[in-house]
């Protein structure tokens, strides 16, 4: 049997397939993370690919069924459908990958051109004697400014309580970083200049590690953002630092070890040292900016809802508590508004968004959710408060998107077709998971437009004094108790989906735009990057629009802060950007209550001025 060779893009595994071996089957074979709900036969549609190059096998029903003429023709297939031929390239979308394969999607590489900041200069000291007792610092900056014609004055005092001991050991050869004709660090003759961007969330903290020379990400991990333990919303954790001021240097110094545990992991995969990381770039909601800076947050919390400083800010890292090189600067991008922040703008940067001509939404989905309308020329902003029934808080079985996580669902007839991450034996139900379950629930009419659990249906059960559905049985979890959906849950989605649906619709009512204009969705943020789009319209979180125009794009604040980490020219663009958006407070907007009274139903509807009109 003749063996084909496979790339798997963007993630970037190639092997060795045989020709009667499915895409889904080599996928698996070199740990590509294609999810598959129906077990590789075509019903689920969940493994939808791209062939770029290569000879495949002819298209099945099924895929007529999948994809328009069009689709197909450009080369759309389901995975476990589709057979090599010849050697092939094959894209996997975002949404059909797996949690852990989303993951490394979201550190693809960001193509601009590297224009640092700072530049590093290699010297060769003269040893001092006797004849020459300089001081150190005076013998490098007049080696620097002979050498390489600059005109530097100063040395961090951060670098200067190390130099001494630093030449020496180096033997009189070093590189100086300069930064605005001031020396910030003072590195081994072969050192890397690094950098790192963060962006800190309400729930997880993200950290990329970056070549300055070049753009190239070493490394990227996301962890969780240990302030959860202040509260899981950002209005408990202001809350908290308000009542005390021992609060408010306990939640600032969580975002910060947090961000050097990641930076020491960063650099332990790369193989370098933190004290090579000479700049870094972090990006957030205003409160979390805030809270990182330790600024007055009391402001914030209280109408109109206004931000201390709203301009990016250049902040010494020592002055933050970051270990990384001792004269190191953080910068931190612009804010929008109380409840719009850096991230959203670094958002906006990475994406384009904001220089589109077409009418676009974007929206950054989490705890708080960011939403940007652009739309005959002016960007428009808003804040919902979505809360974390999707990321798994406040649901009975929810949980983080971890092993075991129920993360695609469909419901076929009495049958439940579920996929786990990893694979594992189910312990909960993730944010995607989630979704699907209202969306499948309401499809098979086992909830009706209105959420309410319906009786006498198949699996729905009373269990102390409320209606559930059980997704999995105590007899499938071998005793285990019963993974299920409870009418709280669904209480609980309609109110997130219903906040960020009234977000969307009042910024098209404030702009004078209809759904109909809008030609593109871009979806970031964590819980954004893993939901299947066809269930956030079947339930009306996101308007009936064709699903073509829809695009999920990651974490794409932390690929902005990763831009403005290595190129000036993407600082002033994110200032241009913050310059450029209104914003408009959700709740001053007219119909704001009745929108959401009629955004929590579930189905596919427009609104107009209050009223929901259902599309079938």
């Known amino acids: 049997m003749a063996d084909f060779t496979i790339d798997f893009e963007p993630v970037g595994?190639?092997?060795k397939c045989q020709k009667n071996e499915s895409l889904l089957a080599c996928a698996r074979q070199l740990g590509v993370g294609i999810s598959s709900i129906c077990g590789g036969k075509g019903a689920c549609h969940a493994c939808k690919v791209q062939v770029l190059s290569g000879t495949v096998s002819k298209p099945t029903p099924n895929e007529?069924?999948?994809?328009?003429?069009?689709?197909?023709?450009?080369?759309?297939?389901?995975?476990?459908?589709?057979?090599?031929?010849?050697?092939?390239?094959?894209?996997?979308?975002t949404e059909s990958m797996t949690t852990p394969q989303r993951v490394q999607a979201e550190g693809l590489e960001v193509k601009v051109h590297p224009e640092s900041p700072l530049l590093a200069y290699r010297l060769q000291l003269a040893t001092p004697s006797l004849e020459a007792p300089q001081a150190d610092a005076d013998r490098l900056l007049q080696a620097l400014n002979q050498q390489h014609k600059l005109r530097c004055t100063k040395v961090d005092i951060g670098a200067l309580r190390t130099i001494s001991d630093q030449l020496r050991s180096w033997k009189w050869e070093c590189q100086a970083v300069v930064r605005n004709g001031e020396v910030i660090a003072i590195l081994p003759p072969k050192s890397r200049q690094l950098g790192l961007a963060i962006d800190v969330g309400t729930t997880k903290v993200a950290g990329y590690l970056v070549d300055l020379n070049d753009g190239r990400t070493l490394a990227a991990k996301g962890v969780m953002n240990p302030q959860i333990s202040y509260g899981e919303d950002i209005i408990s954790r202001m809350t908290a630092v308000v009542h005390s001021p021992d609060n408010a240097?306990?939640?600032?110094k969580l975002a910060v070890d947090a961000i050097n545990e990641l930076c020491t992991d960063l650099c332990a995969e790369a193989g370098a040292k933190s004290e090579e990381v000479v700049e870094a770039v972090v990006v957030g909601n205003t409160a979390m900016h805030h809270l990182f800076l330790r600024l007055p947050v009391k402001q914030l919390a209280l109408s109109p809802f206004v931000p201390a400083v709203s301009r990016a800010l250049e902040v010494r890292a020592g002055e933050l508590g970051l270990n990384i090189a001792p004269g190191a600067y953080v910068h931190l991008l612009p804010n929008i508004a109380g409840f719009v922040g850096a991230d959203h703008v670094s958002m906006l940067l990475a994406t384009d968004a904001w220089q589109g001509k077409e009418t676009t939404v974007a929206l950054d989905i989490g705890t708080n959710t960011e939403v940007s309308l652009i739309c005959k020329g002016k960007i428009t902003a808003t804040s919902c408060a979505s809360g974390p029934a999707f990321e798994g808080g406040h649901i009975k079985y929810g949980m983080r998107a971890a092993t075991g996580a129920i993360e695609r669902l469909r419901i076929d007839g009495d049958k439940i077709q579920y996929q786990t991450i990893d694979g594992a034996p189910p312990v909960g139900i993730c944010g995607s998971g989630i979704l699907d379950a209202l969306a499948q629930l309401y499809l098979a009419k086992i909830i009706d437009d209105g959420g309410r659990i319906i009786d006498n249906r198949h699996r729905v059960r009373a269990y102390k004094g409320q209606r559930e559905?059980?997704?999995?049985?105590?007899?499938e979890r071998k005793g285990k108790p019963a993974i299920t959906v409870t009418q709280h849950d669904i209480r609980e989605l309609q109110l997130a989906k219903a906040a960020i649906r009234t977000g969307i619709q009042a910024l098209l009512e404030t702009r004078g735009?209809?759904?109909?204009?809008?030609?593109?969705?871009?979806?970031?943020?964590?819980?954004?990057?893993?939901?299947?789009?066809?269930s956030a319209v079947a339930i009306g979180m996101l308007p009936p629009l064709p699903l073509n125009r829809f695009r999920q794009v990651g974490n794409a604040a932390g690929m902005g802060a990763k831009l403005?980490?290595?190129?000036?020219?993407?600082?002033?663009?994110?200032?241009?950007?913050?310059?450029?958006?209104?914003?408009?407070?959700?709740?001053r907007v007219p119909n704001f209550e009745?929108?959401?009274?009629?955004?929590?139903?579930?189905?596919?509807?427009?609104?107009?001025?209050?009223?929901?009109e259902e599309i079938n």
């Not at 240097?249 to 600032?252: G, Y």
Request: proline share 2%; glycine share 6%; with cysteine.
């Open 13 to 15: 595994r190639r092997g």
């Open 64 to 93: 007529h069924e999948a994809f328009t003429s069009q689709e197909l023709k450009e080369g759309s297939r389901l995975a476990c459908q589709t057979y090599l031929a010849s050697d092939c390239k094959i894209a996997v979308p």
């Open 249 to 252: 240097a306990a939640v600032q």
């Open 469 to 475: 559905f059980i997704l999995v049985s105590k007899e």
């Open 513 to 534: 735009c209809s759904e109909a204009e809008i030609k593109q969705v871009i979806i970031a943020g964590a819980f954004g990057t893993y939901i299947d789009v066809a």
């Open 564 to 587: 403005a980490l290595i190129s000036l020219k993407s600082r002033a663009k994110a200032q241009a950007v913050a310059s450029r958006v209104s914003y408009i407070e959700l709740a």
């Open 594 to 612: 009745p929108t959401f009274i009629q955004a929590s139903y579930l189905g596919r509807y427009r609104i107009i001025d209050g009223r929901r």
